[in-house]
């Protein structure tokens, strides 16, 4: 599995980040049932500021 930040460029300058994790692989998945775990959900998308989306950019 993998946790990828997606950026997302507004046309206000500002800034859109969505951090997302991959699908796990059926061997995972079997393996996360078979423990009864869970994946947490989808974390909420952060929205940057024009200021900071400047700063990051440099």
Do not use: N, S
């Not at 990828?4 to 049932?33: M, Y």
């Amino acid at each position: 599995m993998q946790m990828i930040d997606v950026h997302v460029p507004t046309t206000d300058g500002r800034e859109i980040i969505l951090t997302r994790t991959t699908q796990p692989e059926p061997e995972l998945k079997l393996l996360l049932d078979k423990l009864k775990l869970e994946l947490p959900a989808q974390p909420p998308p952060r929205i940057t500021t024009a200021q900071a989306a400047a700063a990051t950019a440099l």
